[in-house]
């Protein structure tokens, strides 16, 4: 059965405490989000936690304290009074990206940073905790809506974090010979047994999120755009598939490829997906259980978007636009949709008809990257409960494929 996969969404909401009690309600969010990316470290040793394996990727540690930063740079600082920053040296430590915000460390050097220790992490992470929930539980009511606006993207900001955990660390770990599994008892996603292809007829739909709760900014303006007519697959590329591509000589024929494509496969040598391991004629993929054989029903996953690009033409197909698999996913036919690998999409991160960032240094969150990226839609085995939605827009570079990322084909003949 098709996945469902929500229209409008409920990201970092936690179910009401006490109807009315918006206090309670919050508190009760933060902590869940808080208490997520713990869990999600928790299995990894103070030595796996200061690693970084390239500079895409950063350290357990790092993301820990940067969600941290983000709630004491833009919510504990600027509305909690006499608040005293943990260690004033850590806003320089943990700044990802938002030069409004000052000076920070240089990303691809994070993986040199020894100290503070996890230990002092997890008391950084205590201290400021305190601060947040002090703030919700006593701002004034005059000020609660805006600090709640606030309380809300940094949850959000922090369970995209929290993908990024797990996606960063099994990069590291891909670099160890000994194929380390981040949790030996770890299972995969079953994906669902589907086949066909979903048609759309041609119409003029709604894009973009319109609904009351929580988005990002890069969702909107909700605008309505001409789609199909399109066949989307119902169900994802398969690993079956994907040997087939390479039996039939896909990572070496250039035809098949972008030329920016190719000149990226020949310099990095692919000749399979990310994580890919041969030995003694059979395939395995490094996975968070450790190194597994692969199997041929599951979807394919750490593709970049020219082996996607690749993929499709091979099979006689496209890959989809955003619009189209945003479309196809509203009708409920697409199975794994959401939960499984995100979906490259052939549309390039543009800003919707009329966007623009917000003023300040939270404007800096999506709109300074649309350019030369890629969408991908859906969400991954790594994407926390809650936070999936029919309009979301993650974007990479296209030769990115460290992240969950497979493909579901579209095809236009009629
Ligand atoms: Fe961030």
């Not at 900001?157 to 929290?162: P, T």
């Not at 969702?219 to 007519?229: D, I, K, T």
């Not at 490829?257 to 993929?285: C, I, M, N, V």
């Amino acid at each position: 059965m098709p996945r469902p996969i929500p229209v409008t969404n409920n990201d970092a909401r936690a179910p009401s405490t006490a109807p009315g009690d918006e206090r309670a309600h919050w508190l009760t969010a933060y902590r869940r989000v808080r208490d997520e990316t713990e869990r999600r470290a928790a299995p990894l040793s103070p030595e796996d936690q200061v690693i970084q394996s390239m500079a895409d990727a950063s350290p357990t540690k790092w993301h820990r304290a940067h969600t941290t930063w983000f709630f004491e740079q833009f919510l504990v600082t600027p509305h909690l009074p006499f608040y005293r920053p943990f260690d004033e040296r850590f806003a320089y430590l943990f700044n990802s990206y938002y030069v409004a915000a000052g000076p920070r460390h240089a990303r691809p050097a994070r993986g040199l940073i020894t100290r503070p220790s996890a230990d002092a992490v997890a008391a950084y992470r205590a201290h400021v905790d305190a601060a947040v929930e002090k703030l919700i539980g006593e701002a004034p009511s005059a000020s609660l809506a805006d600090i709640l606006a606030i309380v809300e993207i940094g949850l959000n900001h922090e369970q995209q974090h929290q993908e990024l955990m797990l996606t960063d660390i099994l990069h590291a770990f891909g670099q160890n010979p000994t194929n380390p599994a981040y949790a030996a008892d770890w299972q995969p996603p079953r994906a669902a047994a589907e086949a066909g292809f979903l048609d759309l007829p041609e119409g003029v739909r709604t894009i973009g999120y319109d609904g009351q709760g929580f988005c990002f900014d890069n969702e909107q303006p909700a605008h309505r755009a001409l789609v199909g007519p399109v066949h989307i697959a119902r169900a994802l590329v398969t690993n079956a598939q994907w040997l087939d591509f390479m039996r039939d000589g896909g990572y070496e024929t250039p035809a098949l490829w972008l030329s920016d494509g190719w000149t990226t496969a020949q310099a990095e040598g692919w000749t399979a997906p990310g994580h890919w391991r041969e030995a003694d004629g059979k395939w395995f993929s490094l996975t968070l259980a450790g190194l597994k054989p692969v199997d041929p029903a599951a979807p394919v996953c750490h593709l970049s978007y020219y082996e996607a690009d690749a993929f499709a033409r091979w099979a006689g197909k496209h890959l989809p636009s955003e619009s189209e698999w945003e479309v196809a996913a509203r009708t409920g036919g697409l199975a794994d949709a959401c939960g499984i690998v995100w979906q490259w999409t052939r549309s390039a991160y543009a800003p919707y008809p009329g966007y623009r960032a917000a003023p300040g240094a939270l404007g800096e969150y999506n709109g300074k990257f649309m350019v030369n990226q890629m969408v991908l839609r859906g969400s991954s085995l790594a994407t926390p409960d809650g936070h999936s939605r029919v309009t979301y827009r993650n974007f990479f570079y296209p030769p990115a494929r460290w992240q969950f990322t497979g493909l579901r084909l579209a095809d236009y003949s009629t």
